[in-house]
């Protein structure tokens, strides 16, 4: 059994022959159904989000389940073969494992180490098992990425340190203002970079967040969408004197929040209150931070703490990889047994079977033993094949899938194993491919 993939993702591709591979759910039916109808492939997962489509299969047939596939992914493309080629990239067996433990802990997304496509690639398998499409290897290799994507999570510091600037932003926040969760705070704009600010704040379990903006209407279907309360424009400076946390992000020309005018609110707040600046040109009067018990987080420090924790995911990162080589190398090693085991089984009811046929004919020659010698016989006879047996299967736990396919097919061969169906598939002794082909 074969493992097969073939995708691209933001590396390969552009935005347009993304969209093109994309799958919807009703897509991802009509293949798994057409996957099914082909007598090479025994099971199929779709990965389909905005920076990646991926397509895994098991096979029984590499060289024919090829074929198949790739005619397959033309026809939902749209695209001709010559045209999608050069995006796509192609893995088999233990360098698809490696690049699905990979995905699946976040090393090879767009984002170092986010956290958002474990629950995608638990999704895709979710679609998979309802619909029936995946087998027994499929089930174990998905489970398997699943585990180790935990495992690397609870194990290393890989998505513990934030490289959004929203995030961060909260995050340095957070280092100012104790008891942060029981903060007020006040947004300043109603764009994508607020919201995403918002969002963090309400994840950090603040509670009493007030929204103002220029067009009121913004401010309202905001704070509609995430439960919280809103102010006109004209009368924000008047919550300075109760907030503790002031997040501004408009496209104003010039600053918002100036401190001639914010000092009169600012004079009456007995707290810590921290002005998070996320706007270009700048909302917040960097003077505001001469003010006591007033800071002013702008985007240079914001940008300077994303940088300083990229390098550390990167740390993070080569930590996660050790994680994922061992795990991967787990999962072939289990893989590559499957190929030998059936030949043990075979191998060992053959002996019985000998065993069984010469234990009768001696028997049947030496006449009337008693009990006991009978048993002596037949626990020697049961020792012999047991002895003979076990280091064969000692030695599979410890068989590359290369040496395991010829050791099977010999082993086939000596002793006449003929309820076995096994092939020499040459295309294990290849190198792995790098290219679509």
């Given at each position: 059994m074969r493992l097969i993939l073939y995708g691209v993702n933001h590396k390969t591709a552009t935005v347009s022959i993304r969209e093109c591979m994309s799958m919807s759910e009703k897509d991802k039916e009509l293949f798994y159904d057409d996957a099914s109808?082909?007598?090479?492939?025994?099971?199929?997962?779709?990965?389909?989000?905005?920076?990646?489509?991926?397509f895994y299969f098991s096979a029984n047939n590499y060289h024919a389940a090829k074929d198949q596939i790739k005619k397959m992914i033309t026809e939902y493309s749209g695209y001709s073969y010559e045209q999608i080629n050069q995006h796509l990239y192609f893995k088999k067996d233990g360098d698809l494992v490696r690049h699905l433990f990979s995905v699946t802990s976040g090393l090879d997304s767009m984002v170092l180490g986010e956290t958002q496509i474990l629950g995608q690639v638990q999704e895709a398998y979710r679609e998979a098992i309802e619909l029936k499409s995946t087998n027994n290897l499929l089930n174990k290799l998905f489970q398997h990425a699943?585990?180790?994507?935990?495992?690397?999570?609870n194990n290393t510091y890989i998505d513990r340190r934030p490289v959004s600037v929203s995030t961060t932003a909260i995050d340095l926040a957070k280092k100012n203002i104790k008891n942060f969760a029981e903060s007020k705070a006040l947004v300043i704009g109603a764009g994508k970079n607020?919201?995403?600010?918002?969002?963090?704040?309400?994840?950090?379990?603040?509670?009493?967040?007030?929204?103002t903006n220029r067009t009121h209407e913004k401010a309202e279907n905001l704070a509609r969408k995430h439960g919280c309360k809103t102010v006109s424009f004209s009368d924000y400076e008047a919550?300075?004197?109760?907030?503790?946390?002031?997040?501004?992000?408009?496209?104003?020309?010039?600053l918002v929040?100036?401190?001639?005018?914010?000092?009169?609110?600012?004079s009456k707040n007995?707290?810590?209150?921290?002005?998070?600046?996320?706007?270009?040109?700048?909302d917040i009067d960097p003077d505001l931070a001469f003010l006591e018990n007033v800071s002013v987080i702008d985007l240079d420090v914001i940008n300077q703490e994303v940088e300083g924790n990229i390098k550390k995911r990167i740390i993070e990162a080569e930590k996660a990889r050790v994680i994922l080589h061992s795990e991967s190398r787990k999962f072939m090693k289990w893989k590559d047994s499957l190929v030998v085991v059936p030949v043990i089984v075979d191998l060992r009811e053959k002996a019985d079977h000998i065993k069984?046929?010469?234990?009768d004919k001696a028997f049947r020659r030496m006449g009337d033993i008693s009990d006991r010698e009978r048993h002596i016989i037949e626990t020697m006879a049961s020792?012999?094949?047991?002895?003979?047996?076990?280091?064969?299967?000692?030695?599979?736990?410890?068989?590359?899938v290369k040496d395991g396919m010829l050791s099977a097919y010999v082993l086939k061969k000596l002793f006449e194993l003929d309820n076995l169906e096994i092939s020499l598939d040459r295309s294990i002794f290849e190198n792995e491919e790098k290219v679509a082909n």
């Open positions: 109808k082909i007598t090479e492939i025994d099971g199929a997962v779709v990965l389909s989000t905005c920076n990646r489509t991926e699943i585990m180790t994507s935990k495992l690397i999570r607020s919201e995403l600010a918002l969002k963090y704040l309400i994840n950090n379990g603040i509670t009493d967040i007030t929204i919550y300075l004197n109760s907030v503790q946390i002031v997040v501004s992000s408009t496209s104003a020309p010039g929040v100036k401190k001639e005018t914010a000092k009169n609110g600012l007995t707290g810590q209150v921290t002005f998070i600046d996320l706007a270009v040109p700048r069984a046929k010469e234990l020792n012999i094949v047991n002895t003979f047996l076990h280091s064969a299967s000692e030695n599979i736990k410890d068989i590359d």
